[in-house]
């Protein structure tokens, strides 16, 4: 939560806190106390990021609460070199720097260290596995964007109360997918981690059981890999962002997680066919994101379930942005009633009068505009909102009528025109059509009377 408590850090003051902040050193940090917004106590922060930096500072004063040494250019971190000694010290963020050496001891001094970043180095492996020996109180432990192949064992058995781990990015997908108790026996994650990043690790397979024990999991991101199917993950799981994988279905086979509240498959190619029921599972599914999925065509209309009648589904957000689909199904527009936000932009949507139905859901249309006809021809990228009713006339029979309608009133129109015509005609020229001849009269040898004497 700290990224939350740093939301709510307040300016107080800029003093000067010495040597990493006086003007007359070598440094030139930047030098604030603020107040924990939660604890209202004050937080001295140290701010000496991008100031090409090479070795780890000498001396790191003891009120320091928080050190960024970000974006600069330290390699090692020895203690036969530097030593950092801070019983105060809480966060310490190294990421961007070169460091490809870290010694077992450097960190035995920092005993209420809570959240080490150490994310963009160039860190192959740690040591012998003791070099988190002191550090019991970190609960952020930040290993991604750096080239570790291998871990030495038990090397996170001395973090128990470790909470968010990453170590995205980096070549040891191999490594951790080598048996099902990597995590917790060969590594010692404690079980009571609650977010695990591992993006990245070209992971296609993980062994049966792998997450098991860690009932306490909420956070599980495991984007960019090469997975083919989605994995089984802990069922406490409430965010998984399975985006950037092989994976070209989805069923509810492999989503029956009751507790998961965002779940994330953007960016893949691979995926055609979401199943029916795909998602009806998910009771408690507040944001669903498939985005960047150009070969996902269809967004069938039971992948929810029946909309209209499933009322255990309360989705609040959904992104089906930049995808191949060209029609929403209506009965969508049940779950819309009670969504904040829906992204629909970027599709091919073909403009006819079965998905005119959105327009009532402007308000809550990300970005509306940029949800564009791409057929008929005649409409193609105009704006789905801004249609007017002569674009699809058929669409409102209201104002112009059904096309059978219109087709009869045009026979009718026609046939009364030709008539009109007829009559104008025999009024002419009556004579020329009936003949002098045939005028009944007196004299005429049709006459009724002259006939009937005859008789
Ligand atoms: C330190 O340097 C900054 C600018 O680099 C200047 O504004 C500030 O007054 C200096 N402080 C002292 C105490 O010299
Ligand atoms: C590592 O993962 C955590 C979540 O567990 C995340 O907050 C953090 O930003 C990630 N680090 C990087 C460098 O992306
Ligand atoms: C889970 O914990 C049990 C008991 O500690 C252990 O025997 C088992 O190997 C663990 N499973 C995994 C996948 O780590
Ligand atoms: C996990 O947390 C529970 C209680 O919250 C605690 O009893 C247990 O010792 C913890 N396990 C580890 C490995 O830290
Ligand atoms: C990913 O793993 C496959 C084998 O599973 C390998 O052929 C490929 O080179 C790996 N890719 C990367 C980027 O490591
Ligand atoms: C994805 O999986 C298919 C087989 O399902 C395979 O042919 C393809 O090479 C895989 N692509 C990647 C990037 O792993
Ligand atoms: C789209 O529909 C076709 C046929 O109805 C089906 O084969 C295909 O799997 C569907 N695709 C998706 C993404 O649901
Ligand atoms: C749209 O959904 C309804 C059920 O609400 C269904 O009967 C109909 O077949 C669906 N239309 C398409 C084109 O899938």
Request: proline letters at 4%; glycine letters at 4%; aromatic letters at 12%.
């Amino acid at each position: 939560m700290w990224r939350v408590i740093f939301f709510f850090l307040v300016i107080v003051d800029s003093l000067v806190l010495g040597q990493l902040c006086t003007n007359d050193t070598e440094y030139q940090c930047k030098c604030k106390q603020w107040t924990d917004g939660e604890s209202h106590l004050p937080v001295d922060v140290v701010d000496c990021s991008g100031l090409k930096i090479d070795t780890f500072p000498n001396i790191i004063e003891e009120y320091i609460n928080y050190l960024s040494l970000s974006v600069n250019n330290i390699e090692v971190l020895d203690p036969k070199e530097q030593k950092l000694s801070s019983t105060d010290l809480n966060i310490l963020i190294l990421s961007y720097n070169k460091i490809h050496s870290i010694s077992d001891e450097f960190f035995l001094n920092v005993n209420n260290l809570r959240e080490l970043d150490l994310s963009y180095n160039y860190i192959t492996t740690l040591g012998d596995g003791n070099i988190f020996q002191n550090l019991n109180q970190l609960t952020r432990l930040d290993l991604s964007y750096n080239s570790i192949k291998t871990l030495p064992d038990t090397v996170f058995g001395t973090l128990v109360n470790i909470r968010y781990l990453n170590m995205s990015y980096n070549a040891i997908g191999n490594f951790l997918t080598s048996s099902k108790d990597v995590l917790t026996q060969k590594l010692g994650i404690s079980v009571n981690i609650t977010h695990l990043s591992l993006n990245g690790l070209n992971i296609t397979d993980l062994p049966s059981g792998y997450f098991d024990n860690f009932t306490n999991m909420k956070y599980l991101s495991l984007s960019d890999n090469a997975f083919t199917n989605i994995p089984a993950v802990p069922y406490s799981i409430e965010y998984l962002d399975i985006s950037g994988n092989n994976i070209t279905y989805i069923s509810a086979r492999y989503l029956n997680y009751h507790s998961l509240k965002v779940l994330k498959l953007n960016r893949m190619p691979s995926l055609t066919n979401i199943h029916h029921y795909a998602f009806y599972n998910l009771f408690n599914l507040e944001e669903l994101s498939i985005s960047d999925c150009p070969n996902v065509n269809n967004f069938s209309y039971l992948a929810f379930d029946v909309a209209s009648k499933n009322t255990n589904l309360h989705p609040k957000y959904l992104s089906l942005a930049r995808n191949g689909l060209t029609t929403l199904n209506e009965s969508y527009k049940y779950f819309f009633n009670n969504m904040d936000k829906v992204d629909l932009r970027h599709n091919p949507w073909k403009c006819d009068c079965d998905i005119l139905w959105l327009m009532e859901f402007e308000s809550i249309l990300y970005q509306s505009h940029e949800i564009k006809c791409y057929a008929p021809d005649d409409i193609k990228y105009k704006s789905l909102i801004d249609l007017k009713e002569n674009d699809l006339v058929e669409c409102h029979p209201e104002i112009y009528g059904k096309k059978s309608h219109r087709i009869l009133i045009v026979i009718l129109v026609s046939t009364v025109i030709v008539l009109c015509g007829l009559i104008f005609y025999l009024m002419k020229y009556p004579q020329s059509w009936l003949g002098t001849n045939h005028v009944v009269g007196p004299n005429s040898p049709y006459n009724l009377a002259s006939t009937s004497e005859h008789i």
